[in-house]
């Protein structure tokens, strides 16, 4: 099979390097204002799962390696690394079932748009915390979303998937067809040896009484901050949600403690939001609310710390230090920042429900931390990175491992554990069953292999 027939077969576009629109088009692929070397032969704009399935069996027979691209969002541009690209930013469906609180999502449905469409229905869904970022990635890596604590990890909220496999063939995997595909699609990330095309979920009921109270205090504080949402998280029912977010200001890192209750009604929320804010330090800069939240209102205060066509560079670790030992050494780093948009964000989560153990997803703690390196021009890319860099080196002491989802993976030596040793073997060994010609070209399936 030919290019021309390839395209001929399906509904969508291919788009190869001698077309006018190549360079744009592969530009396009990674959300990151930093974009990755150009490396696709092929840009499959696929339109629907066919497409997908016809794409990947071109791929097996010419001998090209293959990434799916939902949004592009994971911030070393991994979805454009492949001979042949694959673009599922058409398959963007969703059906609802209301009263059996279930969804049938398409990988490039985004937060913002499956949480208001929820929201319409009084149900809800652990959607990401950055609106724009689309549910292929976001789940596929594991899911750390809104009400996490009370609702889990979004991937455990995963009850099937629609799969196109590595020999071209649809399969819907469950926990009881095809489970250990089920397995390892909760999960896996970049480490996946196939393409979804589809995600069946479990809603829940949306916390009516959602609230969010803002304190901001100067970095001095931040040991007095540490220790008292140490004292009230201890306590804290499931839905309330505590992170640290620490910005630049002229007069060094200020640090706002966010606090936001997924209460069923106001009078719940402000109940809670009384006993948080028990014994709470003195010398805040500035506080906000209480003030109601619902979840599709809280991308208006995430999405302006992460403007589009600006050059990221992040990474992420898990913890279970004591919240002050792994607070320190992000405040330090964001201090040295060489751009002030930089931050940080850290989130407590002590009475999360623990990670269940039938999935691939198998890397967490009470805390985890995320450095946001942000700034405008390519020229400042090796300052930037570096301190991104020398940032997580200061807060390996306190880590467990990192999530996928916003890990550096093209740190030299390789990112912190984003899997149990456990579930990194059986994930590679899955892949070489699934996938022996390395279609997918995982970097784990590559490695066993050779051996």
Request: proline share 7%.
């Amino acid at each position: 099979m030919n290019v021309e027939t390839l395209s001929a077969r399906i509904g969508g576009t291919v788009i190869t390097r001698f077309d006018p629109v190549y360079d744009s088009a592969s530009d396009a692929l990674v959300w990151n204002g930093r974009k990755p070397e150009r490396q696709a032969s092929l840009i499959v704009r696929a339109s629907s799962a066919a497409d997908v399935q016809e794409a990947v069996r071109y791929a097996a027979v010419a001998g090209m390696t293959v990434s799916p691209r939902g949004g592009g969002h994971q911030f070393t541009g991994i979805a454009a690394r492949a001979d042949m690209v694959i673009d599922l930013g058409a398959l963007d469906g969703m059906s609802l079932d209301v009263a059996g609180c279930r969804a049938r999502i398409e990988p490039a449905v985004t937060n913002t748009r499956l949480a208001a469409a929820l929201d319409r229905h009084g149900l809800a869904f652990p959607t990401g915390h950055c609106g724009s970022v689309t549910v292929s990635g976001y789940l596929l890596g594991g899911g750390i979303g809104w009400n996490a604590a009370a609702w889990g990890i979004a991937c455990f909220s995963v009850l099937a998937v629609e799969v196109v496999m590595a020999d071209g063939t649809l399969i819907t995997a469950s926990a009881t067809e095809h489970p250990d595909v089920f397995w390892a699609v909760r999960g896996g990330g970049p480490e996946f040896f196939g393409i979804v095309t589809a995600y069946h979920v479990r809603l829940y009921e949306a916390p009516r009484g959602a609230t969010t109270v803002v304190r901001v205090y100067p970095a001095g504080r931040q040991t007095a901050v540490a220790l008292w949402a140490e004292r009230v998280m201890a306590k804290a029912p499931e839905c309330v949600e505590f992170t640290l977010k620490v910005d630049a200001t002229p007069q060094g890192p200020v640090i706002a403690a966010i606090t936001t209750v997924f209460a069923a009604s106001e009078a719940e929320s402000m109940a809670i939001c009384a006993a948080l804010g028990q014994g709470v330090p003195d010398g805040a800069l500035e506080v906000a609310g209480p003030m109601p939240t619902p979840i599709p209102a809280l991308y208006g205060f995430t999405e302006p710390s992460t403007p589009k066509g600006h050059r990221y560079g992040v990474d992420t670790f898990w913890s279970d230090a004591r919240l002050a030992d792994a607070l320190a050494p992000m405040v330090e780093a964001v201090a040295r920042a060489p751009s002030r948009q930089s931050f940080a964000v850290m989130t407590l989560r002590p009475n999360a429900r623990p990670v269940p153990p039938e999935a691939a997803f198998s890397c967490s703690g009470r805390i985890i931390g995320v450095l946001y390196g942000v700034w405008p021009d390519e020229e400042d890319d090796a300052a930037n990175l570096a301190w991104l860099r020398a940032g997580l080196d200061a807060c390996r002491p306190v880590a467990l491992g990192s999530y996928v989802g916003e890990a550096d993976l093209d740190r030299p030596g390789g990112p912190l554990p984003t899997l149990s040793p456990a579930a990194a073997a059986r994930l590679a060994e899955l892949g070489l069953r699934h996938d022996p010609a390395g279609l997918f070209g995982t970097r784990a399936t590559q490695r066993l292999a050779a051996e």
